[in-house]
């Protein structure tokens, strides 16, 4: 795009749509950060708990009240 060409008019205009678009962009990236977070937290706290011990995984599932056989199981892949 030869900007030298354009006038006053259109280089307003082209400015304020890049400006646009480059706000899209910027609200994607904040998206997709936002789920990347998410994932690395979640395979963070599932390799952790995998290098629990059977003792520690019914600790922890007594603590916030749930089956520790169900727990064992996502945590090891059986229930899928």
Do not use: P, W
């Not at 998206?31 to 003792?55: C, D, G, H, P």
């Amino acid at each position: 795009m030869d900007y030298e060409q354009m006038s006053i008019e259109a280089l307003e205009a082209e400015n304020i749509r890049l400006s646009s678009e480059r706000a899209a962009i910027q609200q994607e990236q904040r998206t997709i950060n936002e789920v990347l977070s998410r994932k690395i937290a979640s395979l963070s706290v599932q390799a952790k708990i995998a290098s629990f011990s059977a003792a520690e995984i019914a600790a922890l599932a007594q603590h916030v009240g749930v089956d520790v056989a169900q727990v064992s199981s996502e945590v090891l892949g059986d229930g899928e």
